[in-house]
């Protein structure tokens, strides 16, 4: 893709590349022929009307060549392991003008005969390898194979340390990158479908059907036919699956220097970043996640004092991270203070406290990357924010004027988006607040995310702003909100706002609903039952249903009562859950280990059975029940309607208020998302996080002596 605001003219593609091929230093494009497609007119060029698919790959064979040769100095030699031959016919007709030597070596004898290379034996002694490389001042290799893999390895190991080594994935890719420049990319195409000195080739044409059963690593250059098939299977992956951020641009988080600040950091660093900032009031941060960044992906992860709310902070910082650090290409405000009250009873110094990190920090980053080319210029809201608490509306406003600024942001052409976070778990502030209830946040119909799902969220993030969004596409994105269906007593953002009324699930239209409420009812169907066989089957059906929606499972798919959930794909969450959902529907305390250790359906339903009030009833015999030896079963005693069971339950009003335990804390914290705990930093992983100071390399901000606390009501 080409950003350009030139005229277009519209193309329809019937043949293309499967390869994309390197141009210059911009990246990678993919040649293509056709009609009924809108590009810009300065990358076009007149063709005849019916192009062969060998002139595709000519086209391809001269931009790699143009590519390769533009980082060979005139005079020097060139050795290309295992090229194409249309490759390399290229390369030498171009070289030939530079007064550049070209090489060529295979490790196939009957490539060396038909390509005119010199053919190099796996097994060659080195003195051979050391007088063919001895004046090679740059290298090429394409792979093509476990013989050509052994070549490479002795050649790159008798190289001298000067000479350029070159892969082939620096020449040819699958992906395609959007061009800041048109450069001279139409003169080059032209002149690549006009050169007659190359001998039209034999080309694999492939069916678009059956591309996704090739590779662009490691093959021929090949066209792809586009006319010829209606569909064609697509291979999703995942917004992770790729290299997302820059090697050579720095990243800094503000007020995030915490678990959930180092969680984010080294996915990042997994994912291609190489230069990371940390910063809150007082950072702490674990050396051993920093020297393992280090160690394992040569990453550079730095600590440093930051009062987002002076402008003179904020200042130090960036001028600290400009004489050290390549320049900013990301920014993400995460501060958050947490003061929790009633709007009617709040006072303006409580109000002032919460906001003014995250309004004017926010005014602040804003002015100082006011026209920055960034990558992703973050705000970290709260799910709170979207479906609003009581007692919390200084902290959602906060929010709301982050995103209006986001907003404002986009407006300008730059990046910008909003982050709403959920409940986490296992990592960050509300994992290890010992007031804080997941489940009762659950039971309102929120999700609670894994810090996996916490970094997708934040890739999701960046795409969402990058520069160049519509106006009216949306800045925030929300993880958390959850299905739930009609009859279930939740009466809060699902019920009151209607921006949520679609994810109410009506009772007669969808059959998964309908399982769901079945499940629902099972405490009731087990008061009417009246043998061993009934209860077990009512438990098991019930159980079952539920398994299949938390497992993402057909409604009409078979599930045997004798597999066990690991091989269900039950993990140690779920396992979570499941215990849950016993205790719910039976009041039977059913261990996560028991789930873990092999435990199998019915062993399951037999253990939450034999946990209740006695049967009247006998145990029926294998496989009906699953119990040994027909032991009489606990019996279950119907309550009174409207009553509520009442070991492990709590009485909660709809809407969290002030003082709730779902969001004030019982003691003081630091004021970052992150500053505190123990956690895992997945796919960098590790137990980094009992916090230790790390020294930073600025003189810390003279501001206020202590961080602002979480204060409570």
Same mark, same amino acid.
């Given at each position: 893709?080409?950003?350009?605001?030139?005229?277009?003219?519209?193309?329809?593609?019937?043949?293309?590349?499967?390869?994309?091929?390197?141009?210059?230093?911009?990246?990678?494009?993919?040649?293509?022929?056709?009609?009924?497609?809108?590009?810009?007119?300065?990358?076009?060029?007149?063709?005849?009307?019916?192009?062969?698919?060998?002139?595709?790959?000519?086209?391809?064979?001269?931009?790699?060549?143009?590519? +390769?040769?533009?980082?060979?100095? !005139?005079?020097?030699?060139?050795?290309?392991?295992?090229?194409?031959?249309?490759?390399?016919?290229?390369?030498?007709?171009?070289?030939?003008?530079?007064?550049?030597?070209?090489?060529?070596?295979?490790?196939?004898?009957?490539?060396?005969?038909?390509?005119?290379?010199?053919?190099?034996?796996?097994?060659?002694?080195?003195?051979?390898?050391?007088?063919?490389?001895?004046?090679?001042?740059?290298?090429?290799?394409?792979?093509?194979?476990?013989?050509?893999?052994?070549?490479?390895?002795?050649?790159?190991?008798?190289?001298?340390?000067?000479?350029?080594?070159?892969?082939?994935?620096?020449?040819?890719?699958?992906?395609?990158?959007?061009?800041?420049?048109?450069?001279?990319?139409?003169?080059?195409?032209?002149?690549?479908?006009?050169?007659?000195?190359?001998?039209?080739?034999?080309?694999?044409?492939?069916?678009?059907?059956?591309?996704?059963?090739?590779?662009?690593?490691?093959?021929?250059?090949?066209?792809?036919?586009? *006319?010829?098939?209606?569909?064609?299977?697509?291979?999703?992956?995942?917004?992770?699956?790729?290299?997302?951020?820059?090697?050579?641009?720095?990243?800094?988080?503000?007020?995030?220097?915490?678990?959930?600040?180092?969680?984010?950091?080294?996915?990042?660093?997994?994912?291609?970043?190489?230069?990371?900032?940390?910063?809150? !009031?007082?950072?702490?941060?674990?050396?051993?996640?920093?020297?393992?960044?280090?160690?394992?992906?040569? *990453?550079?992860?730095?600590?440093?004092?930051?009062?987002?709310?002076?402008?003179?902070?904020?200042?130090?910082?960036?001028?600290?991270?400009?004489?050290? +650090?390549?320049?900013?290409?990301?920014?993400?405000?995460?501060?958050?203070?947490?003061?929790?009250?009633?709007?009617?009873?709040?006072?303006?110094?409580?109000?002032?406290?919460?906001?003014?990190?995250?309004?004017?920090?926010?005014?602040?980053?804003?002015?100082?990357?006011?026209?920055?080319?960034?990558?992703?210029?973050?705000?970290?809201?709260?799910?709170?924010?979207?479906?609003?608490?009581?007692?919390?509306?200084?902290?959602?406003?906060?929010?709301?004027?982050?995103?209006?600024?986001?907003?404002?942001?986009?407006?300008?052409?730059?990046?910008?988006?909003?982050?709403?976070?959920?409940?986490?778990?296992?990592?960050?502030?509300?994992?290890?607040?010992?007031?804080?209830?997941?489940?009762?946040?659950?039971?309102?119909?929120?999700?609670?995310?894994?810090?996996?799902?916490?970094?997708?969220?934040?890739?999701?993030?960046?795409?969402?702003?990058?520069?160049?969004?519509?106006?009216?596409?949306?800045?925030?994105?929300?993880?958390?909100?959850?299905?739930?269906?009609?009859?279930?007593?939740?009466?809060?953002?699902?019920?009151?706002?209607?921006?949520?009324?679609?994810?109410?699930?009506?009772?007669?239209?969808?059959?998964?609903?309908?399982?769901?409420?079945?499940?629902?009812?099972?405490?009731?169907?087990?008061?009417?039952?009246?043998?061993?066989?009934?209860?077990?089957?009512?438990?098991?059906?019930?159980?079952?249903?539920?398994?299949?929606?938390?497992?993402?499972?057909?409604?009409?798919?078979?599930?045997?009562?004798?597999?066990?959930?690991?091989?269900?794909?039950?993990?140690?969450?779920?396992?979570?859950?499941?215990?849950?959902?016993?205790?719910?529907?039976?009041? *039977?305390?059913?261990?996560?280990?028991?789930?873990?250790?092999?435990?199998?359906?019915?062993?399951?339903?037999?253990?939450?059975?034999?946990?209740?009030?006695?049967?009247?009833?006998?145990?029926?015999?294998?496989?009906?029940?699953?119990?040994?030896?027909?032991?009489?079963?606990?019996?279950?005693?119907?309550?009174?309607?409207?009553?509520?069971?009442?070991?492990?339950?709590?009485?909660?009003?709809?809407?969290?208020?002030?003082?709730?335990?779902?969001?004030?804390?019982?003691?003081?914290?630091?004021?970052?998302?992150?500053?505190?705990?123990?956690?895992?930093?997945?796919?960098?992983?590790?137990?980094?996080?009992?916090?230790?100071?790390?020294?930073?390399?600025?003189?810390?901000?003279?501001?206020?002596?202590?961080?602002?606390?979480?204060?409570?009501?």
């Amino acid at each position: 893709m080409i950003h350009s605001a030139t005229a277009t003219r519209t193309l329809r593609v019937t043949h293309s590349l499967l390869q994309s091929v390197a141009v210059g230093a911009g990246g990678f494009v993919r040649v293509c022929a056709g009609s009924i497609v809108q590009v810009p007119k300065d990358i076009c060029i007149p063709v005849p009307t019916h192009v062969i698919p060998s002139q595709l790959v000519i086209a391809g064979a001269q931009l790699i060549a143009d590519r +390769l040769l533009s980082l060979t100095s !005139r005079g020097s030699t060139l050795i290309i392991n295992e090229a194409d031959l249309i490759v390399q016919t290229a390369i030498r007709t171009k070289a030939s003008t530079k007064n550049i030597q070209v090489v060529c070596v295979t490790s196939s004898t009957t490539k060396s005969q038909i390509n005119q290379c010199v053919y190099l034996d796996p097994s060659s002694p080195v003195h051979v390898v050391q007088s063919l490389v001895g004046n090679c001042s740059v290298f090429v290799h394409f792979s093509r194979g476990a013989a050509s893999d052994t070549v490479r390895d002795l050649i790159v190991a008798n190289l001298s340390s000067s000479c350029l080594e070159i892969s082939e994935e620096m020449l040819v890719s699958h992906k395609v990158d959007t061009l800041s420049s048109l450069g001279d990319l139409a003169s080059v195409l032209e002149e690549s479908f006009s050169d007659d000195t190359l001998d039209l080739p034999s080309v694999e044409v492939l069916d678009l059907a059956d591309v996704t059963s090739h590779k662009a690593i490691g093959e021929t250059l090949a066209v792809v036919d586009w *006319a010829n098939s209606q569909s064609a299977l697509a291979m999703v992956q995942s917004i992770d699956s790729q290299p997302i951020f820059r090697s050579d641009r720095s990243y800094l988080f503000v007020g995030m220097a915490g678990e959930l600040g180092q969680s984010l950091a080294g996915w990042m660093i997994a994912h291609g970043a190489r230069f990371i900032v940390l910063t809150s !009031r007082r950072p702490t941060v674990n050396a051993r996640f920093v020297d393992d960044m280090s160690t394992r992906y040569e *990453a550079v992860v730095k600590t440093l004092p930051l009062e987002i709310t002076s402008p003179e902070s904020l200042q130090s910082v960036l001028a600290s991270m400009a004489a050290a +650090l390549p320049p900013i290409a990301g920014v993400i405000n995460g501060a958050m203070v947490l003061d929790d009250e009633l709007f009617a009873n709040m006072s303006f110094e409580q109000f002032s406290r919460v906001t003014k990190p995250k309004v004017l920090g926010t005014q602040l980053l804003d002015e100082a990357f006011h026209k920055t080319d960034l990558e992703f210029f973050i705000v970290a809201s709260s799910i709170s924010s979207v479906i609003g608490w009581s007692g919390q509306s200084n902290y959602s406003a906060a929010n709301e004027f982050m995103t209006s600024l986001v907003n404002k942001r986009r407006k300008r052409g730059v990046a910008g988006s909003t982050m709403n976070i959920p409940a986490v778990l296992g990592v960050g502030y509300a994992a290890h607040s010992e007031t804080f209830d997941f489940d009762y946040f659950q039971s309102l119909g929120y999700i609670n995310i894994s810090e996996h799902d916490l970094q997708v969220l934040f890739a999701e993030t960046i795409l969402t702003g990058r520069p160049g969004q519509a106006d009216d596409s949306p800045s925030q994105v929300v993880m958390g909100i959850d299905h739930v269906p009609k009859d279930l007593q939740v009466t809060d953002a699902h019920r009151r706002d209607v921006k949520f009324s679609i994810f109410v699930l009506n009772k007669d239209t969808d059959s998964e609903v309908q399982a769901h409420e079945a499940a629902v009812r099972v405490r009731v169907q087990l008061q009417s039952v009246k043998t061993a066989d009934e209860a077990y089957s009512v438990t098991r059906d019930a159980f079952i249903g539920y398994l299949k929606r938390i497992l993402r499972r057909a409604v009409d798919e078979i599930i045997e009562d004798s597999m066990t959930l690991v091989e269900q794909g039950v993990d140690s969450l779920v396992a979570v859950d499941i215990r849950a959902w016993f205790l719910k529907e039976l009041e *039977a305390d059913v261990p996560t280990l028991k789930v873990m250790s092999g435990g199998s359906i019915s062993e399951l339903v037999k253990t939450g059975l034999a946990k209740m009030s006695s049967l009247e009833d006998s145990v029926p015999s294998e496989p009906v029940m699953p119990s040994e030896n027909n032991a009489q079963l606990p019996r279950i005693i119907p309550r009174e309607e409207g009553s509520r069971p009442t070991p492990e339950t709590h009485t909660r009003s709809s809407s969290p208020q002030t003082g709730s335990s779902l969001f004030t804390p019982a003691q003081d914290s630091l004021s970052t998302l992150s500053d505190e705990g123990t956690a895992q930093t997945p796919p960098p992983s590790g137990d980094y996080f009992p916090t230790i100071p790390v020294a930073s390399k600025i003189p810390e901000w003279k501001g206020p002596e202590a961080d602002v606390e979480i204060v409570n009501a």
